[in-house]
């Protein structure tokens, strides 16, 4: 069983920055992709962007790009997202999830092992 925690969510005002962290339980965590999405009230989960095993492969949702980097440092189980440049409509609460294949790597369903995630609240 791998247990995901996501931190460094937070208030923040528009332009401004946060570092989302997601911990994993176990060191096989550093052997798969994985992924953030966010959700904000009343809408459905979204892509945020994916990082591969090896750090090697990024991808971002068009609304992030240029804005957000993902990067891990699997020694210590860890996976990042710097958010920079933030914008109210970035208010969401943030999940990471293991990735673990079945369809593309930007839907949810292609994910398990989610977070609890952590709240990001961007204001104007």
């Known amino acids: 069983q791998v247990q995901l925690v996501e931190s460094g969510g937070g208030l923040v005002q528009s332009g401004g920055s946060l570092r989302l962290s997601c911990a994993a339980s176990?060191?096989?965590?550093?052997?798969?992709?994985v992924g953030w999405f966010r959700q904000a009230p009343g809408k459905e989960r979204e892509f945020v962007s994916r990082?591969?095993?090896?750090?090697?492969?990024?991808d971002y949702a068009d609304s992030v790009k240029g804005r957000f980097t993902i990067s891990r440092d699997n020694a210590k189980n860890t996976v990042y997202l710097q958010m920079n440049s933030l914008k109210p409509e970035d208010t969401a609460v943030y999940y990471c999830?293991?990735?673990?294949?079945?369809?593309?790597?930007?839907?949810?369903?292609?994910?398990?092992?989610w977070g609890q995630g952590t709240q990001v609240t961007v204001s104007s």
């Open positions: 990082i591969t095993w090896s750090g090697s492969t990024t």
């Open positions: 176990t060191r096989t965590f550093s052997s798969h992709t």
């Open positions: 999830a293991r990735y673990v294949g079945g369809a593309t790597y930007y839907s949810a369903i292609s994910y398990n092992y």
